[in-house]
């Protein structure tokens, strides 16, 4: 009979091996924008204009168009304690934010795209983009790490699924799907 300790250790040893295999860098069919942001703190996807990302940090609130990559500065009008923002130029919009203070950012997308974090080595931290339904511990070739860093504060994908923001507290990287 195996020992608890002994299953859990081989266990480790065949997810480390797996992560091993999966590559990193931009799925294909997707770019990256990469921008520097000091202090984040929260990040949360318009669910109407899906293109457009509000950014809290501590330099302020600011919305991303991530089909352009153009920011806009806007005044801070967030609440922490139900996780929602708002900006002038999404209108009436309340938007969902996710970052140090809870929350969460959508996880799939409608094409069956999904994003995983795994921490074997805490407090580092990968999110891992699954194309297709794909399964990172049973096709870990097909899977790529978009993220391998620390403090990740949020991401997840947008409403429309073109868009994943991942945000750390001094990073915010966005991939946008490419149009073939």
Not at 2 to 22: F, G, V, W
Not at 151 to 175: P, Q, T
């Amino acid at each position: 009979m195996y020992d608890i300790e002994d299953r859990e250790k081989a266990n480790r040893n065949r997810l480390l091996h797996l992560i091993s295999k999966i590559p990193e860098g931009v799925p294909d069919g997707w770019g990256k924008m990469e921008f520097g942001v000091g202090g984040l703190m929260y990040l949360g996807f318009s669910d109407v204009h899906t293109e457009k990302l509000i950014s809290i940090s501590s330099q302020g609130q600011r919305i991303i168009n991530c089909k352009t990559g153009e920011k806009t500065y806007c005044d801070e009008n967030y609440d922490e304690e139900d996780l929602v923002a708002f900006a002038e130029e999404l209108g009436e919009e309340m938007v969902s934010i996710a970052g140090e203070g809870g929350g969460g950012l959508r996880k799939y997308s409608k094409d069956g795209n999904i994003l995983e974090m795994v921490a074997p080595f805490w407090p580092k931290q990968k999110v891992i983009f699954m194309p297709s339904w794909n399964i990172w511990h049973l096709n870990p070739e097909k899977c790529t790490i978009i993220y391998d860093s620390y403090e990740l504060k949020a991401f997840g994908f947008s409403k429309c699924g073109n868009y994943i923001a991942v945000g750390d507290s001094a990073d915010l990287n966005i991939f946008k799907k490419i149009s073939k």
